[in-house]
């Protein structure tokens, strides 16, 4: 068998993966300089953010204040994924940074399990609803046993539009999982899956990124500003992540066989 038909065989099998779980692990997915690059940048921005040193932060929209961030619009170990999903007539509508400390633990928790989507959730009528959206989550920091602020699935529920909720408000839902990845790993998952993040009790401070694709006749849910100086990094492909195009008739008929993701992604 040919280099290119492994490949191939293994994007399907990652695919088939993602399509029946509602997520997929893409080990390895950053170098360690990529690591150490966005680390810094993430302590960086989180100094110049202010507030307790030591505390948590949910930073929207920041993608532009450097220029690992922006790297990581089109990274190579996920982006052919987001194709696969949802075709190349994508763009990233939404960013998150987090960054959460340890927690004491025995604090009582609020119902944590959602899916992605907010007012998508309420409009759209359909069972189950549609995809819409795809989440890639790159993990800075080690999360390879539970209780460490992991991502926590519930495996299959992406075809579900509603779970049960105890009524004590339990967040240890029967067949939930904790996505054990180490540093460098990244997740990516269906918008509807059913997910939340496990408390963080075993010492360290967990750090993330979150990217969420979709479709470029969706509106942008994050007002992006990128630094002037970053402006260089931004090739075809990531303009067209950030939103740019030539027209708005060619978000909604995207026929052209140069549009950039589609000539550099596409099978």
Same mark, same amino acid.
């Given at each position: 068998?040919?280099?290119? /038909?492994?490949?191939?065989?293994?994007? +399907?099998?990652?695919?088939?993966?993602?399509?029946? /779980?509602?997520?997929?692990?893409?080990? %390895?997915?950053?170098?360690?300089?990529?690591?150490?690059?966005?680390?810094?940048?993430?302590?960086?921005?989180?100094? $110049?953010?202010?507030?307790?040193? =030591?505390?948590?932060?949910?930073?929207?929209?920041?993608?532009?204040?450097?220029?690992?961030?922006?790297?990581?619009?089109?990274?190579?170990q996920t982006m052919p994924l987001i194709v696969d999903?949802? %075709?190349?007539?994508?763009?990233?509508?939404?960013?998150?940074?987090?960054?959460?400390?340890?927690?004491?633990?025995?604090? $009582?928790?609020?119902?944590?399990?959602?899916?992605?989507?907010?007012?998508? #959730?309420?409009?759209?009528?359909?069972?189950?609803?549609?995809?819409? +959206?795809?989440?890639?989550?790159?993990?800075?920091?080690?999360?390879?046993?539970?209780?460490?602020?992991?991502?926590?699935?519930?495996?299959?529920?992406?075809?579900? #539009?509603?779970?049960?909720?105890?009524?004590?408000? /339990?967040?240890?839902?029967?067949?939930?999982?904790?996505? &054990?990845?180490?540093?460098?790993?990244?997740?990516?998952?269906?918008?509807?899956?059913?997910?939340?993040?496990?408390?963080?009790?075993?010492?360290?401070?967990?750090? $993330?990124?979150?990217?969420?694709?979709?479709?470029?006749?969706?509106?942008?849910?994050?007002?992006?500003?990128?630094?002037? =100086?970053?402006?260089?990094?931004?090739?075809?492909?990531?303009?067209?992540?950030?939103?740019?195009?030539?027209? +708005?008739?060619?978000?909604?008929?995207?026929?052209? &066989?140069? &549009?950039?993701?589609? $000539?550099?992604?596409?099978?």
């Amino acid at each position: 068998m040919a280099v290119h /038909d492994v490949r191939e065989d293994e994007r +399907s099998q990652v695919r088939a993966a993602f399509e029946r /779980d509602g997520y997929v692990l893409i080990e %390895g997915a950053l170098s360690a300089a990529e690591i150490e690059r966005l680390t810094t940048a993430v302590d960086r921005v989180r100094g $110049a953010e202010g507030g307790d040193e =030591d505390g948590p932060l949910h930073l929207v929209a920041f993608c532009g204040r450097d220029g690992a961030f922006l790297e990581l619009l089109d990274h190579p170990q996920t982006m052919p994924l987001i194709v696969d999903t949802l %075709g190349p007539n994508v763009f990233m509508y939404h960013c998150h940074l987090d960054v959460h400390p340890p927690e004491t633990p025995g604090l $009582a928790r609020p119902w944590m399990w959602h899916q992605d989507g907010g007012i998508v #959730n309420r409009d759209l009528e359909s069972s189950p609803r549609p995809r819409m +959206s795809v989440k890639v989550a790159y993990f800075l920091t080690d999360v390879s046993e539970p209780g460490m602020g992991n991502l926590v699935v519930l495996p299959g529920s992406h075809l579900a #539009n509603a779970i049960a909720r105890p009524p004590d408000d /339990d967040n240890d839902l029967p067949g939930s999982l904790p996505v &054990l990845a180490r540093a460098g790993d990244a997740a990516v998952f269906d918008r509807r899956v059913w997910h939340m993040r496990s408390p963080n009790l075993r010492g360290g401070t967990r750090k $993330a990124l979150f990217y969420a694709y979709t479709f470029r006749w969706v509106r942008a849910r994050d007002d992006l500003n990128i630094r002037a =100086d970053l402006l260089p990094l931004i090739t075809p492909v990531r303009a067209q992540l950030l939103g740019n195009g030539d027209s +708005s008739f060619e978000f909604w008929m995207p026929d052209r &066989l140069d &549009l950039p993701v589609r $000539a550099v992604f596409e099978r």
